[in-house]
């Protein structure tokens, strides 16, 4: 076999292979139990910055990814701080003022939750990358000592999202999304999502500790998963304005 026709075989050979992965279905496997299980958990975050490290303790309900409540616990100066959305609203209680008020839906793209590298999109249920997003299926790459799918991720039109693009690196087994990269044509990367460790909460496998990195990696902010439990009895209608005032810390 001459060499031209044995490197146009093996490039063949190569082809197939992307082909046969289909990256919406690893996607949509992915998100199954984030997006598919309604859930409370109590979350720690830990942001380092070069002159100081901010803490937060946090309590979450959640139901797919377009109904969240967040409850700050501590530290004692931001306790009882809220966040709800329901579907396309977004709302805030603060404390010290009593009131609910209306957000724009534009606040989900808005950096920086508290003075972290989270954004409110990623704590209170971004856009679907299974549905929202169109998919380039890129090859396999190892992250964080996995070996994973990377899928290159691009917004459908008129899905409110940050990012120009999202890359995706999808573990090759049953642990989920290992990467996710938020990209901007223009600035390069914008965030990085990392789960650097897994573990098994009420019987299912998901990360437990995220690291949130923005500027090249200069800032990051550590998320430490302490309790997750399933919530089945929530639903789209227990996610309202006045649940947001009745839940204490």
């Not at 616990?73 to 609203?89: F, I, N, S, V, W």
């Not at 808005?110 to 890129?138: I, P, V």
């Not at 690196?169 to 990392?194: I, Y």
Request: with cysteine; charged share 20%; glycine share 8%.
């Amino acid at each position: 076999m001459n060499r031209s026709l044995l490197l146009g075989l093996l490039a063949f050979a190569s082809t197939v292979r992307l082909a046969a992965q289909n990256p919406t279905e690893i996607l949509a496997k992915a998100e199954k139990t984030a997006i598919g299980t309604s859930s409370y958990s109590e979350l720690s975050m830990k942001a380092t910055r070069a002159r100081y490290t901010r803490m937060l303790d946090l309590k979450s309900w959640t139901h797919t990814n377009k109904y969240a409540l967040i409850v700050v616990t501590g530290p004692e100066r931001d306790r009882g701080t809220r966040y709800l959305r329901a579907d396309k609203q977004m709302y805030s209680f603060v404390p010290r003022t009593g009131k609910v008020v209306k957000l724009p839906q534009s606040m989900l793209m808005a950096g920086g939750f508290m003075g972290t590298d989270a954004s409110m999109d990623n704590l209170l249920g971004q856009a679907s990358l299974a549905k929202d997003f169109t998919h380039q299926y890129l090859g396999t790459e190892t992250v964080n000592g996995l070996p994973c799918h990377k899928i290159k991720c691009k917004p459908k039109p008129g899905v409110p999202v940050a990012a120009d693009e999202v890359v995706a690196w999808v573990h090759t087994g049953d642990k989920g999304w290992v990467r996710l990269s938020f990209q901007s044509t223009r600035s390069g990367e914008l965030q990085r999502m990392d789960a650097l460790e897994f573990g098994r909460m009420d019987g299912v496998q998901m990360p437990v500790k995220l690291q949130f990195s923005t500027q090249g990696g200069k800032q990051t902010t550590l998320m430490t998963v302490k309790t997750w439990k399933k919530q089945p009895q929530l639903n789209a209608a227990w996610f309202t304005p006045e649940r947001l005032e009745q839940t204490q810390p």
